[in-house]
């Protein structure tokens, strides 16, 4: 499949309402094999809400959902899953005292020998496989029967995404895989992410940071209070555009013109908020340096 070819996943004008709350409204976009797209937007912006409806949880109220060129209506995450769809959630379902390769194989263990209950569980073949299926991927992971809990952050989402990867995942959906990480076991999970891509996968990434996103997107997605400002590609969307989008800058300098304001509507209370105003210049001038510094890295 090329990467202009029919997307993989793509919806158009989905709209998605509980109760009186509008979490998207006529939002399209589009994922193609090869290419990682990620998902901007601040909390509330309607990411996890537009993620779920991509993996079977949530059903549009509007608008429609295709995979492979062809319209589909999951009832269940399990139908999203048979098409190739695999979610891997922040808060992973892993349990760690178990093996690196039980942790792989959870809910579809590899049995050999015999019938019904004597059946059992196929150790050695779960360790190879867990073992080579990680080493594909770019982590050498010397003993698959080490527990789960021992690996870094960073690592266990590396076994659900190799995990996903086995399981024929044509599409990789990532909520937030790099929030918790350090700098070192970020890039860890961005350089699977960049393998999966590799592999033909399409590849849905949520984060907040910026630097991540820029360093493996191809595309960007931007959502706002449910709605999408429009997909860019990495030409169309500058760095510095989108550091400043995603750090809240403008919320900031919108806010200390405002108070400002106040300051000068009401010259009583102009001491004390002429004080907080200066604050936040401060904490502006402060992220912006942050970020600035960010980019040269
Ligand atoms: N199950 C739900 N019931 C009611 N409101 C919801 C539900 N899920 C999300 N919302 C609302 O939809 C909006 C988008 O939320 P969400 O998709 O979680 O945003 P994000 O993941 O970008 O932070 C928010 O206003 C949120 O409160
Ligand atoms: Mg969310």
Redesign the pocket.
């Given at each position: 499949m090329s990467q202009n070819g029919t997307p993989l996943i793509e919806v158009r004008n989905i709209s998605?309402f509980?109760?009186s709350?509008?979490?998207?409204s006529d939002v399209s976009m589009a994922v193609r094999a090869g290419e990682v797209m990620c998902?901007l937007?601040?909390?509330?912006?309607?990411?996890?809400?537009?993620?779920?409806t991509l993996s079977g949880v949530?059903r549009p109220d509007e608008g429609q959902y295709l995979v492979e060129g062809e319209q589909v209506h999951f009832n269940s995450p399990r139908d999203a899953l048979d098409r190739g769809i695999a979610t891997v959630y922040q808060d992973l379902a892993m349990i760690p005292l178990m093996s690196i390769s039980r942790n792989f194989f959870l809910g579809s263990e590899p049995t050999r020998g015999g019938w019904g209950p004597f059946k059992r569980y196929d150790v050695k073949f779960s360790d190879r496989v867990a073992r080579e299926e990680m080493l594909k991927m770019g982590i050498d992971v010397r003993d698959p029967a080490q527990p789960v809990g021992t690996l870094s952050g960073g690592e266990r989402q590396c076994v659900a995404i190799a995990r996903a990867v086995y399981f024929g995942a044509k599409v990789l959906i990532l909520?937030e895989p790099t929030a918790a990480l350090g700098v070192k076991q970020a890039g860890v999970v961005l350089r699977y992410v960049a393998q999966a891509r590799a592999r033909n996968l399409g590849v849905i990434l949520?984060t907040h940071n910026p630097h991540h996103a820029y360093a493996v997107g191809d595309r960007f997605t931007i959502?706002k209070?449910?709605r999408t400002f429009g997909t860019f590609t990495k030409a169309e969307l500058a760095r510095e555009e989108m550091v400043r989008m995603m750090s809240g800058a403008d919320e900031l300098d919108a806010l200390s013109h405002e108070l400002a304001e106040f300051a000068r509507a009401d010259s009583g209370a102009g001491e004390e908020l002429g004080e907080a105003e200066r604050h936040l210049a401060q904490a502006l001038e402060e992220s912006e340096e942050v970020f600035s510094h960010g980019l040269e890295e």
């Amino acid at each position: 499949m090329s990467q202009n070819g029919t997307p993989l996943i793509e919806v158009r004008n989905i709209s998605k309402f509980f109760g009186s709350v509008i979490a998207l409204s006529d939002v399209s976009m589009a994922v193609r094999a090869g290419e990682v797209m990620c998902l901007l937007g601040d909390n509330g912006a309607g990411k996890s809400t537009l993620i779920k409806t991509l993996s079977g949880v949530h059903r549009p109220d509007e608008g429609q959902y295709l995979v492979e060129g062809e319209q589909v209506h999951f009832n269940s995450p399990r139908d999203a899953l048979d098409r190739g769809i695999a979610t891997v959630y922040q808060d992973l379902a892993m349990i760690p005292l178990m093996s690196i390769s039980r942790n792989f194989f959870l809910g579809s263990e590899p049995t050999r020998g015999g019938w019904g209950p004597f059946k059992r569980y196929d150790v050695k073949f779960s360790d190879r496989v867990a073992r080579e299926e990680m080493l594909k991927m770019g982590i050498d992971v010397r003993d698959p029967a080490q527990p789960v809990g021992t690996l870094s952050g960073g690592e266990r989402q590396c076994v659900a995404i190799a995990r996903a990867v086995y399981f024929g995942a044509k599409v990789l959906i990532l909520d937030e895989p790099t929030a918790a990480l350090g700098v070192k076991q970020a890039g860890v999970v961005l350089r699977y992410v960049a393998q999966a891509r590799a592999r033909n996968l399409g590849v849905i990434l949520i984060t907040h940071n910026p630097h991540h996103a820029y360093a493996v997107g191809d595309r960007f997605t931007i959502l706002k209070r449910g709605r999408t400002f429009g997909t860019f590609t990495k030409a169309e969307l500058a760095r510095e555009e989108m550091v400043r989008m995603m750090s809240g800058a403008d919320e900031l300098d919108a806010l200390s013109h405002e108070l400002a304001e106040f300051a000068r509507a009401d010259s009583g209370a102009g001491e004390e908020l002429g004080e907080a105003e200066r604050h936040l210049a401060q904490a502006l001038e402060e992220s912006e340096e942050v970020f600035s510094h960010g980019l040269e890295e």
